[in-house]
């Protein structure tokens, strides 16, 4: 029964496959079906959501008609937003107080997890095991350097891949929980090692492990590429490929770590709703979207969508694999850009180009006109120009004075005048470089605070109330905000 499994997973890994490469519109159309399917089951079962899509037909809708959703609106509703009456928020909530429950399933069907709350209220969230085992049979089918065939599937499951996974901490976070409940069918093919970067054996136990895969915060990567660098661990020649998560790398930290690695980084876009939305491509260096399993919608402010080169505001997300818990145009406040031309690779699902961060990310500053809401990426694209640095920081002291704290590649020298050049001609452009001052700093190490992700964008200045009428400052590009 278990080689069944096995079997299994591995003829569905090879199916999902398939898919990447079938015209778009044959895309879409099974997107469209797994969408109506997903309202019909949601409007029967939810109370929620039948109040909230009465009155739009079940098989003739356009999506952008829809109602959108949010963290806060979900939470509020949440034991009537499911479509399962054996969940409840307390249980839940209870449940995830017991870390001895992590990696136990809840009711013995159901994997459950809670966002970080890095943009407002954390979301408690309910997937049943069949989301999980699509996670990882996409990763199989779309996250690899090498294609897979039937002879690769045959070769893994003499000789499974090994797998370490490095997070911050353990705990029911998303990314962390994924692999706690891994789907029976894949443990054949993967043999997982989950580590802490706080393990004080952490390299040690890389290095007994012997990993062919690697997946990790780019934070993460940055503690191992040191020790790599200082020649206390080595990768070379197990290691085939690099997998970041949830943080972005600097283009030249991706290609020196490419190198001392000695296997391609790809950088996968997902979220704790949606965590098998994108694999990544070594080819563009860009993230496909699993359409056929997800829409992402890229949008401006009033959810509008923006053409494709051109950054939205945020994001909405349908998840078409969960059924326990809609996720139906859920609001993201990514800034995400596509792109304009299919990638080069032969995958012909939709290519995001580039994550600017969260339209959160912001600082505020004070001009003749009142106080406005300042993108950081103005000063990210200066950065982008001093090719030389590991990893960045942007901090605001108070409305008028910055820090550009820049950490370099080993054996590389930031110039710090260049860099000085650079933000103040990005912050000329604007018609802000009299009246923002930006000093830059050269560090030896740029590193999260205990078991919080790395903040790039750190805001000292307290945020406008609610109430406050803060625009955005007009940008003369297409990076507008």
């Known amino acids: 029964m278990h080689l069944w499994h096995s079997l299994e997973f591995g003829a569905k890994a090879y199916a999902l496959k398939q898919v990447k490469t079938k015209p778009r ?39 952008r ?88 599937v045959v070769k893994h499951l003499l000789s499974p891949v090994r797998l370490a996974v490095v997070l911050l901490q353990p705990g029911f976070y998303p990314s962390s929980c994924a692999f706690e409940y891994m789907p029976d069918g894949a443990k054949d ?27 990790a915060y780019a934070s993460v990567l940055h503690e191992i590429a040191r020790a790599v660098e200082d020649g206390k661990l080595t990768l070379k020649p197990s290691l085939e490929e690099v997998v970041n998560i949830s943080e972005r790398l600097m283009p030249q930290a991706r290609e020196h770590y490419a190198e001392i690695f000695g296997a391609p980084i790809f950088d996968d876009y997902g979220m704790g709703e949606c965590l098998f939305l994108t694999n990544g491509c070594s080819t563009s260096g860009g993230m496909h979207v699993n359409a056929d399993w997800a829409i992402l919608e890229v949008v401006d402010e009033h959810n509008r969508p923006v053409p494709d080169g051109a950054p939205g505001a945020k994001v909405l997300l349908t998840n078409l694999a969960n059924h326990v818990q809609p996720i139906i145009r859920y609001e993201v406040g990514d800034v ?44 990210e694209l200066a950065v982008g120009r001093v090719l030389e640095a590991r990893e960045y920081q942007l901090v605001q002291d108070d409305p008028t004075h910055f820090r550009a704290r820049l950490e370099p590649l080993p054996g590389k020298k930031v110039d710090a005048q260049r860099a000085k050049d650079a933000l103040d001609e990005e912050l000329h452009k604007y018609g802000l470089r009299d009246k923002l001052h930006v000093d830059v700093e050269i560090v030896d190490r740029l590193a999260p605070n205990s078991d919080q992700k790395f903040k790039r964008i750190v805001c000292k200045v307290k945020k406008p109330s609610a109430d406050a009428k803060v625009k955005k400052i007009e940008q003369p590009t297409d990076y507008a905000a």
């Open 25 to 63: 519109d044959e895309v879409e159309k099974i997107a469209r079906e797994r969408l109506q399917t997903l309202l019909e089951h949601a409007r029967e079962n939810s109370q929620f959501w039948h109040d909230k899509l009465a009155g739009f037909p079940a098989d003739r809708f356009e999506l």
């Open 65 to 152: 008609d829809l109602p959108t959703s949010n963290k806060c609106e979900l939470m509020e509703n949440f034991d009537a937003s499911l479509t399962v009456d054996d969940v409840r928020r307390h249980d839940i909530e209870g449940y995830m107080d017991d870390e001895s429950n992590l990696g136990k399933l809840f009711h013995g069907k159901y994997a459950v997890s809670h966002t970080s709350g890095s943009q407002g209220q954390p979301l408690l969230l309910v997937q049943p095991q069949e989301t999980i085992e699509l996670l990882f049979a996409l990763q199989a089918s779309r996250g690899h350097a090498n294609a897979l065939s039937v002879s690769e």
């Open 189 to 215: 093919y993967i043999d997982v090692l989950r580590l802490s970067v706080e393990d004080d054996d952490l390299l040690e136990r890389l290095a007994d492990f012997r990993p062919t895969h690697l997946t």
């Open 336 to 379: 995400v850009t596509m792109a304009t031309k299919p990638c080069d690779c032969g995958n012909n699902l939709p290519l995001i180009a580039r994550i600017e961060g969260r339209d959160s990310d912001v600082f505020y500053i004070e001009t003749e006109d009142g106080t406005r809401a300042l993108q950081p990426t103005i000063f």
